[in-house]
């Protein structure tokens, strides 16, 4: 007799729904979306230092520019990250 938590580490099946058509695996994200953004290193280690002199985290740095940016384009930002 097996214990009750090994049926938990047991594969689970996959289906054809998560099987593109060409084949391959499709990973789909559900509780958050993703978005990646491309620099040089040392532009991703010249916004760590402007963070950490800020006391903030890189990521309100990238909220801030996608602020400007959207700004500068007659959008609001905090309207669309809610879903207005």
Do not use: T
Not at 22 to 43: L, T
Request: hydrophobic share 35%; charged share 35%.
């Amino acid at each position: 007799m097996e214990p009750d938590n090994v049926a938990a580490r047991r594969p689970i099946a996959r289906d054809e729904a998560e099987v593109g058509p060409d084949g391959y695996k499709r990973r789909v994200r559900f509780e958050k979306p993703h978005a990646s953004v491309y620099a040089h290193p040392k532009v991703f280690k010249a916004l760590r230092e402007i963070a950490a002199a800020q006391d903030c985290k890189p990521h309100d740095l990238y909220l801030e520019g996608l602020r400007l940016v959207l700004k500068a384009h007659g959008r609001d930002f905090d309207a669309l990250n809610r879903g207005e």
